[in-house]
């Protein structure tokens, strides 16, 4: 199983990007999954996630209005779209998949997460 994240660069602050987050090697479409961050020096934090079905998603308070989470899963892809992007949001996002049936609803919890992407890089400036 592989996931593999791509669409981060760089913007300026107030700006845009869409996430992408393309899986391959199982099944994705029958499970939760999500998107986290990793700033320098700072802890991975939850940032968003999404049901199985697509149906059913959460987000972090302080992408909440801004970000929004959804998948496509004929394609067997993850999105994250970014809009008005501060400073405070450059970070490594990284996507994420959960096989645990319990979390097939969403999952916020970094720790309950069994697929990672290797990470793509947001860099916003002022």
């Known amino acids: 199983a592989q996931l593999v994240e791509s669409g981060g660069g760089l913007v300026q602050a107030g700006g845009s990007l869409r996430l992408s987050c393309a899986a391959s090697?199982?099944?994705?479409?029958?499970?939760?999954m999500g998107w986290f961050r990793q700033a320098p020096g700072k802890e991975r934090e939850f940032v968003a996630t999404i049901s199985w079905s697509g149906g059913t998603t959460d987000t972090a308070d302080s992408v909440k209005g801004r970000f929004t989470i959804s998948r496509d899963n004929a394609k067997n892809t993850l999105y994250l779209q970014m809009n008005s992007l501060k400073p405070e949001d450059t970070a490594v996002y990284y996507c994420?998949?959960?096989?645990?049936?319990?979390?097939?609803?969403?999952?916020?919890?970094?720790?309950?997460?069994?697929?990672w992407g290797q990470g793509t890089q947001v860099t916003v400036s002022s």
């Open positions: 994420a998949a959960t096989r645990r049936v319990s979390a097939r609803w969403g999952e916020a919890r970094w720790g309950e997460y069994d697929y």
């Open positions: 090697g199982r099944t994705f479409s029958n499970i939760a």
